[in-house]
């Protein structure tokens, strides 16, 4: 058992404050939001992800895990400090690292001279040794030590990606550091997670180069997708088929409206800024870039040609807000693009969303959102779903054929029985799975 103060408690710090709590250590998370501190104390999830809250409330309730505002008291008591804290994009891609060097401040002022401090905020190569050169040149005399601990928790399953991690990376300088951060994940490693030990800047390294690999993909079966939809192939056969070839795998090459997320999308840019800085030209991660922008304005093109291009005056019903599914998450959402253009082509937008409404109404206060999608779709001249919501897949298609205007239904995620719909009269567009008559009439 180990004293383990958490810097930040957004979804990595808490995730990982809960799930080293679970693993028996005692473990203080701290942030500078009080409202939040006070939410999580009481067992209050700040957001949501299922699974999680069992977790907090358990965890708190063994006395193992609090929350405080209080980073010097949190650090003081502590032998290993994981940072956990956001580094937001700036204007030019690169990413800010204001509050982690604050935090790495304060822990220069407060911890025990024999401290261990885990970088597992997402930090762009070369951070981890020059942070654990700050702290050197406020307390010369500590043996105060930094290690890189990349993270690869996903949202919406971030408890299990958390106890079942397809691999522990550990960028460290020491065995000593080494060591005591393989011993605070044992419990891992008897479920024979595979440790990767390496420097600190292969570590930091490994995480851009996983986010922006997985961005590739996803992108590389959007492209396909659309090429599918112009010659009548289909996308999830095509998918399948490359998946079953071990080099590639089936995962993440299920087509959507672009990617999005608090991740991806500043990662991959984080690390074109990288390469800029260190004059290596990143021209495949510089067009994932683009080509997702890109791929989002399809959305509302696409809508207008099935409407036959006027969109002005028109109810659009759209379901689905979050960036995926099982999140409430909306940074970076493709239905923050898609509404933007509806918005700016003059429609009329009736949302729905399980999870997401509050956050996204923050950003569109003024259209209009419904308690269900069954209710977004009244009066719609078309329909479009953007996240692949699991209570989307069975709409009833007799009742949206009596409460919806029009027959449009763009189905961005696939998640409809395409012909179901066209059996009930709808003009359904897939992503990626235009059927062969639509194609020949063309
Ligand atoms: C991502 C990585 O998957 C995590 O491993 C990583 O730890 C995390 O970023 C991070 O750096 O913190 P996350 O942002 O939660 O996790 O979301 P993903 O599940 O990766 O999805 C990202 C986007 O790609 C979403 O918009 C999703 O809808 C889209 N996507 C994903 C697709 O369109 N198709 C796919 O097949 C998979």
Redesign the pocket.
């Known amino acids: 058992m180990k004293d383990i103060a958490v810097i930040g408690t957004g979804?990595?710090g808490l995730v990982v404050a809960v799930g080293l709590a679970d693993l028996g250590n005692r473990v203080t998370g701290v942030d500078i939001d009080d409202v939040k501190i006070a939410m999580l104390n009481e067992g209050e999830l700040p957001f949501y992800e299922p699974g999680l809250k069992d977790y907090l409330e358990a965890n708190i309730e063994s006395g193992r895990l609090d929350f405080t505002r209080d980073i010097a008291a949190a650090v003081v008591k502590s032998s290993v400090v994981f940072l956990a804290v956001g580094t937001p994009p700036r204007r030019d891609g690169s990413a800010n690292l204001e509050y982690l060097e604050s935090s790495i401040d304060a822990v220069a002022e407060h911890a025990p001279s024999r401290t261990l401090v885990v970088i597992k905020s997402?930090v762009p190569v070369g951070t981890s040794r020059a942070l654990g050169e700050r702290i050197r040149s406020r307390r010369s005399a500590a043996g105060i030590e930094v290690v890189s601990n990349p993270?690869?928790?996903?949202?919406?399953?971030a408890v299990q990606?958390f106890f079942h991690p397809d691999r522990v990376v550990i960028g460290a300088e020491s065995e000593w550091a080494r060591e005591i951060l393989a011993g605070i994940y044992s419990a891992l490693r008897l479920n024979e997670v595979p440790f990767v030990c390496c420097d600190m800047e292969t570590a930091e390294l490994i995480?851009y180069a996983?986010?922006a690999f997985?961005?590739t993909?996803?992108t590389f079966?959007?492209q396909m997708a659309s090429l599918a939809d112009k010659v009548g192939a289909d996308i999830a056969l095509i998918a399948k088929s490359m998946g079953m070839d071990g080099r590639i795998g089936e995962?993440?090459?299920?087509?959507?409206p672009?990617?999005?997320?608090?991740?991806?999308p500043k990662?991959i840019r984080a690390l074109a800024s990288t390469g800029d800085s260190f004059d290596v030209h990143m021209s495949l991660v510089k067009s994932v870039i683009a080509a997702n922008e890109e791929l989002k304005t399809r959305v509302v093109m696409r809508l207008k040609e099935l409407l036959g291009t006027r969109i002005r005056g028109l109810s659009i019903a759209v379901l689905g807000l979050a960036?995926?599914s099982n999140?409430d998450d909306v940074r970076e959402?493709?239905a923050l693009r898609v509404v933007a253009d509806l918005l700016e082509e003059g429609a009329f937008v009736r949302a729905h969303d399980p999870q997401a409404m509050d956050n996204f109404r923050a950003v569109f206060p003024d259209i209009s959102y419904c308690a269900s999608g069954h209710e977004a779709m009244k009066g719609a001249d078309a329909l479009v779903i953007l996240?692949?919501w699991n209570e989307y897949r069975s709409l009833d298609f007799n009742l949206m054929s009596k409460v919806m205007k029009g027959r449009i239904l763009l189905d961005m995620r696939n998640v409809l029985n395409s012909r179901l719909a066209r059996e009930h009269g709808f003009v359904y567009r897939g992503n990626g799975r235009v059927i062969k008559e639509l194609i020949q009439s063309r």
């Not at 672009?258 to 991806?264: P, R, V």
């Open positions: 979804y990595v997402t993270e690869f928790l996903r949202e919406g399953r990606d995480k996983t986010n997985l961005a993909k996803i079966i959007n995962k993440f090459l299920h087509p959507g672009g990617f999005g997320g608090s991740c991806l990662d960036f995926k999140t959402s493709p996240t692949e």
